[in-house]
Protein backbone atom coordinates (compact mmCIF):
# COMPACT_ATOMS: atom_id res chain seq x y z
CA UNK A 1 0.00 0.00 0.00
CA UNK A 2 1.15 3.68 -0.60
CA UNK A 3 0.82 6.14 1.83
CA UNK A 4 1.39 10.31 2.16
CA UNK A 5 0.70 12.07 5.82
CA UNK A 6 0.98 15.42 4.86
CA UNK A 7 0.72 17.60 7.47
CA UNK A 8 -0.28 21.18 7.51
CA UNK A 9 2.32 22.28 10.12
CA UNK A 10 2.84 20.59 13.85
CA UNK A 11 4.79 17.76 15.11
CA UNK A 12 7.56 17.69 16.97
CA UNK A 13 8.76 21.14 15.12
CA UNK A 14 5.99 23.36 15.85
CA UNK A 15 4.59 21.27 19.29
CA UNK A 16 7.36 19.70 20.43
CA UNK A 17 4.97 18.28 24.18
CA UNK A 18 2.23 17.09 21.99
CA UNK A 19 3.60 14.29 19.18
CA UNK A 20 -0.13 13.39 18.31
CA UNK A 21 0.68 13.75 14.88
CA UNK A 22 4.29 11.69 14.99
CA UNK A 23 2.98 8.93 16.54
CA UNK A 24 0.12 8.95 13.84
CA UNK A 25 2.51 8.45 11.60
CA UNK A 26 4.79 5.80 13.81
CA UNK A 27 1.53 4.22 14.13
CA UNK A 28 0.90 3.38 9.99
CA UNK A 29 3.65 1.04 10.01
CA UNK A 30 3.01 -2.85 10.95
CA UNK A 31 6.15 -3.67 12.54
CA UNK A 32 7.66 -3.03 16.11
CA UNK A 33 10.48 0.01 16.02
CA UNK A 34 10.15 1.09 12.38
CA UNK A 35 13.05 2.88 11.01
CA UNK A 36 12.26 6.57 10.61
CA UNK A 37 14.54 8.99 8.19
CA UNK A 38 14.24 12.91 8.59
CA UNK A 39 15.08 15.14 5.70
CA UNK A 40 16.07 18.47 6.30
CA UNK A 41 16.88 19.84 3.45
CA UNK A 42 14.15 22.57 3.22
CA UNK A 43 16.22 24.68 5.76
CA UNK A 44 19.69 23.53 4.66
CA UNK A 45 20.05 20.87 7.25
CA UNK A 46 20.03 23.54 10.42
CA UNK A 47 21.02 21.76 13.05
CA UNK A 48 19.50 22.47 15.82
CA UNK A 49 16.34 21.42 13.79
CA UNK A 50 18.24 17.97 12.99
CA UNK A 51 18.74 18.13 17.40
CA UNK A 52 15.08 18.53 17.41
CA UNK A 53 14.09 15.80 15.62
CA UNK A 54 16.16 13.13 17.64
CA UNK A 55 14.95 14.83 20.80
CA UNK A 56 11.70 13.86 20.28
CA UNK A 57 11.64 10.46 18.11
CA UNK A 58 14.14 8.90 20.50
CA UNK A 59 12.10 8.82 23.21
CA UNK A 60 9.28 6.80 20.21
CA UNK A 61 9.39 3.56 19.83
CA UNK A 62 11.53 3.93 16.22
CA UNK A 63 15.21 3.82 14.55
CA UNK A 64 15.58 7.20 14.15
CA UNK A 65 18.26 9.01 11.02
CA UNK A 66 18.19 11.98 9.49
CA UNK A 67 19.17 12.18 5.68
CA UNK A 68 22.40 15.14 4.92
CA UNK A 69 22.41 16.44 1.29
CA UNK A 70 24.91 19.12 2.58
CA UNK A 71 27.27 16.54 4.82
CA UNK A 72 26.41 13.07 3.12
CA UNK A 73 27.10 10.13 5.49
CA UNK A 74 25.48 7.65 2.80
CA UNK A 75 27.82 5.74 0.58
CA UNK A 76 24.53 4.10 -1.62
CA UNK A 77 21.51 7.08 -1.75
CA UNK A 78 18.80 4.52 -3.26
CA UNK A 79 19.56 1.80 -1.24
CA UNK A 80 19.56 4.07 2.50
CA UNK A 81 16.23 5.35 1.62
CA UNK A 82 14.78 2.08 0.44
CA UNK A 83 15.22 0.35 3.17
CA UNK A 84 13.43 3.18 5.70
CA UNK A 85 9.78 2.68 6.74
CA UNK A 86 9.03 6.15 6.91
CA UNK A 87 10.52 9.34 5.49
CA UNK A 88 9.82 12.49 7.41
CA UNK A 89 10.17 15.76 5.49
CA UNK A 90 10.89 19.16 7.45
CA UNK A 91 10.01 22.59 6.77
CA UNK A 92 11.65 25.15 4.74
CA UNK A 93 11.91 26.76 1.63
CA UNK A 94 10.39 24.48 -0.74
CA UNK A 95 11.74 25.74 -3.98
CA UNK A 96 15.59 25.14 -3.10
CA UNK A 97 14.56 21.57 -1.27
CA UNK A 98 13.62 20.47 -4.87
CA UNK A 99 16.01 21.78 -6.82
CA UNK A 100 18.44 19.67 -4.07
CA UNK A 101 16.54 16.53 -4.63
CA UNK A 102 16.71 16.33 -8.61
CA UNK A 103 20.74 17.23 -8.64
CA UNK A 104 21.02 13.95 -6.07
CA UNK A 105 18.22 12.33 -7.69
CA UNK A 106 16.34 12.09 -4.98
CA UNK A 107 13.01 13.00 -6.15
CA UNK A 108 12.99 9.60 -8.49
CA UNK A 109 14.27 7.70 -5.59
CA UNK A 110 11.38 8.77 -3.61
CA UNK A 111 9.39 8.02 -5.90
CA UNK A 112 10.16 4.68 -5.91
CA UNK A 113 10.06 4.03 -2.03
CA UNK A 114 6.32 5.42 -2.34
CA UNK A 115 5.78 2.45 -4.77
CA UNK A 116 7.29 0.05 -2.82
CA UNK A 117 5.44 1.26 0.67
CA UNK A 118 7.80 3.30 2.19
CA UNK A 119 5.38 5.70 3.92
CA UNK A 120 5.81 9.80 3.32
CA UNK A 121 5.20 12.19 5.49
CA UNK A 122 6.18 15.72 6.31
CA UNK A 123 4.62 19.24 7.18
CA UNK A 124 4.89 22.43 5.20
CA UNK A 125 7.10 22.03 2.43
CA UNK A 126 7.65 18.36 3.46
CA UNK A 127 3.62 18.26 2.72
CA UNK A 128 3.78 20.56 -0.52
CA UNK A 129 6.43 18.59 -2.26
CA UNK A 130 3.85 15.42 -2.68
CA UNK A 131 1.46 17.12 -4.77
CA UNK A 132 1.27 18.62 -8.58
CA UNK A 133 1.66 21.97 -7.09
CA UNK A 134 1.61 23.93 -3.91
CA UNK A 135 1.58 27.39 -2.83
CA UNK A 136 4.74 28.55 -1.10
CA UNK A 137 6.46 31.60 0.41
CA UNK A 138 10.11 32.93 -0.77
CA UNK A 139 11.44 35.75 1.59
CA UNK A 140 9.67 39.35 0.73
CA UNK A 141 7.81 38.37 -2.16
CA UNK A 142 4.00 37.07 -3.14
CA UNK A 143 3.41 33.52 -2.42
CA UNK A 144 3.22 31.65 -5.47
CA UNK A 145 2.74 28.60 -7.25
CA UNK A 146 5.52 25.68 -7.24
CA UNK A 147 5.70 22.11 -8.63
CA UNK A 148 5.88 19.29 -6.73
CA UNK A 149 7.08 15.83 -7.64
CA UNK A 150 2.87 14.92 -8.30
CA UNK A 151 2.60 11.97 -6.49
CA UNK A 152 -0.75 13.43 -5.31
CA UNK A 153 -3.30 15.02 -7.64
CA UNK A 154 -4.34 18.79 -7.02
CA UNK A 155 -2.43 21.33 -4.97
CA UNK A 156 -1.76 21.83 -1.29
CA UNK A 157 -1.31 24.53 0.96
CA UNK A 158 -0.30 24.18 4.62
CA UNK A 159 -0.36 26.38 7.47
CA UNK A 160 -4.03 27.20 5.83
CA UNK A 161 -4.91 29.39 9.44
CA UNK A 162 -1.30 29.53 10.53
CA UNK A 163 -0.21 32.64 7.95
CA UNK A 164 -3.42 35.34 7.43
CA UNK A 165 -2.24 35.67 3.44
CA UNK A 166 -1.78 32.26 2.71
CA UNK A 167 -5.79 31.34 3.00
CA UNK A 168 -6.51 34.41 0.70
CA UNK A 169 -3.55 33.74 -1.79
CA UNK A 170 -4.62 30.56 -2.62
CA UNK A 171 -7.83 31.24 -2.94
CA UNK A 172 -7.49 34.04 -5.27
CA UNK A 173 -4.79 31.91 -7.14
CA UNK A 174 -7.35 29.06 -7.62
CA UNK A 175 -9.67 31.88 -8.68
CA UNK A 176 -7.31 32.68 -11.17
CA UNK A 177 -6.88 29.68 -12.38
CA UNK A 178 -3.10 30.27 -11.72
CA UNK A 179 -3.25 27.14 -9.55
CA UNK A 180 -5.25 23.65 -9.11
CA UNK A 181 -7.79 23.34 -6.13
CA UNK A 182 -6.82 20.90 -3.30
CA UNK A 183 -6.37 20.79 -0.04
CA UNK A 184 -5.77 23.00 2.73
CA UNK A 185 -4.28 21.85 6.26
CA UNK A 186 -4.17 23.90 9.37
CA UNK A 187 -1.39 23.83 11.42
CA UNK A 188 -1.65 20.83 13.70
CA UNK A 189 -3.62 19.20 11.16
CA UNK A 190 -2.79 16.35 8.42
CA UNK A 191 -4.10 14.67 5.25
CA UNK A 192 -3.16 10.94 5.14
CA UNK A 193 -3.48 9.56 1.54
CA UNK A 194 -3.31 5.77 0.91
CA UNK A 195 -2.71 4.87 -2.52
CA UNK A 196 -3.42 8.42 -3.78
CA UNK A 197 -6.82 8.72 -2.18
CA UNK A 198 -7.45 10.47 1.10
CA UNK A 199 -8.33 8.28 3.74
CA UNK A 200 -8.64 10.26 6.77
CA UNK A 201 -7.89 13.75 7.85
CA UNK A 202 -6.57 14.14 11.61
CA UNK A 203 -5.55 16.74 14.05
CA UNK A 204 -3.00 17.22 17.09
CA UNK A 205 -5.58 19.71 18.68
CA UNK A 206 -9.48 20.20 18.49
CA UNK A 207 -9.70 23.17 16.46
CA UNK A 208 -7.19 22.21 13.86
CA UNK A 209 -8.99 21.09 10.70
CA UNK A 210 -8.45 20.31 6.96
CA UNK A 211 -10.03 21.84 3.77
CA UNK A 212 -10.73 20.80 -0.08
CA UNK A 213 -10.97 23.84 -2.26
CA UNK A 214 -11.81 24.42 -5.69
CA UNK A 215 -13.14 27.14 -8.60
CA UNK A 216 -17.13 26.44 -9.30
CA UNK A 217 -18.52 29.23 -11.52
CA UNK A 218 -16.09 31.36 -10.77
CA UNK A 219 -16.47 31.27 -7.30
CA UNK A 220 -14.43 30.01 -4.40
CA UNK A 221 -16.02 26.90 -2.12
CA UNK A 222 -14.05 25.63 0.80
CA UNK A 223 -15.68 22.58 1.88
CA UNK A 224 -14.28 21.50 5.28
CA UNK A 225 -13.69 17.86 5.81
CA UNK A 226 -14.40 15.48 8.25
CA UNK A 227 -10.94 15.62 10.47
CA UNK A 228 -10.15 13.17 13.74
CA UNK A 229 -8.75 14.84 16.60
CA UNK A 230 -6.42 12.50 18.03
CA UNK A 231 -6.07 14.02 21.48
CA UNK A 232 -8.91 13.07 24.18
Not at 75 to 95: A, F, M, S
Not at 224 to 230: A, D, I, R, S, V
Amino acid sequence: MRQIIAMGGGGFSMEPDNLLLDRYILAQVKQNSPKVCFVPTASGDQTNYIERFYKAFNNLPCQPSHLSLFEPEFTDLENYVLEQDVIYVGGGNTRNMLVLWKEWGLDRILKKAYENGVILAGLSAGSICWFEEGLTDPLNAPLYKLDGLGLLKGSNCPHYDGESKRKHSYHQLILEGKIKGGYGADDGAALHFKNETLSASVSSGPNSKTYFVNCIDSEIIESELETHYLGT
